[in-house]
Structures are given as C-alpha cells and as structure tokens.
C-alpha cells in the first residue's frame, strides 16, 4: 500500500494556465500540475534555491528537487518536439505567500 501523497503549498493559482508552441500541428499536449508549476516561478522566475522553495511549498529539498526535474522534463519536451501544456492538477492547498510580488514585495 502506497504512502498517502502530502498536498503541496502554491501562493495561487497561475494567472496563465496554457501555452502552445508556435508554428506546425502540435505532436503532444503535456499536463504541468499546479506544484510543479510552482516549483518553477520559485526555483527560475524567483530565482530562489531548491530549499528555499522547498520551505515555502511546506516539502522536503528532495521532494523539490523531483518536482522541478519533472517539470522541467515536460517543458523541455514542449519547446523541442511542439505542443501544448496546460497546468492544471496535482495535490495542493493555496497559502499566500506575504513575500510574493502579488502582495507588493519588492522581490
């Protein structure tokens, strides 16, 4: 019996929640959950570490890590072979974040 999966914290919910690649039919249509979405506004367009952001999204560093290397897979396969990537899904509960640029930070 697996262990049960422990909901990750987002500061909310993504204002974008599709893109597609430009030019030709796109091959895959790929799925980025919530928390992995998450993973990377905080890891690249933050520019926090792997444990700052493990700490805010209330996981462990490794747990992070996992997270980000999948989404980044998905991103990755996106922008190479063409698509469409949705985020939607996942196991998470919204807390705003008082640091946030959505709550006027200077960040």
Same mark, same amino acid.
């Given at each position: 019996? &697996?262990?049960?999966?422990? =909901?990750?914290? !987002? %500061?909310?919910?993504?204002?974008?929640?599709?893109?597609?690649?430009?030019?030709?039919?796109?091959?895959?249509?790929?799925?980025?959950?919530?928390?992995?979405?998450?993973?990377?506004?905080?890891?690249?367009?933050?520019?926090?570490?792997? &444990?700052?952001?493990?700490? =805010?999204?209330? !996981? %462990?560093?490794?747990?992070?890590?996992?997270?980000?290397?999948?989404?980044?897979?998905?991103?990755?396969?996106?922008?190479?072979?063409?698509?469409?990537?949705?985020?939607?899904?996942?196991?998470?509960?919204?807390?705003?974040?008082?640091? &946030?640029?959505?709550?006027?930070?200077?960040?």
């Amino acid at each position: 019996m &697996s262990r049960h999966k422990r =909901k990750r914290r !987002v %500061a909310a919910l993504p204002q974008i929640t599709a893109l597609s690649t430009y030019g030709g039919s796109p091959i895959h249509h790929e799925s980025l959950t919530i928390e992995e979405y998450e993973a990377i506004r905080l890891i690249d367009y933050i520019g926090l570490t792997q &444990s700052e952001a493990a700490e =805010k999204m209330d !996981v %462990a560093r490794t747990t992070i890590q996992a997270i980000y290397c999948k989404a980044r897979f998905k991103i990755a396969r996106c922008m190479v072979e063409g698509g469409i990537m949705k985020v939607e899904g996942g196991e998470y509960y919204i807390q705003p974040d008082e640091q &946030s640029p959505e709550h006027g930070s200077n960040i």
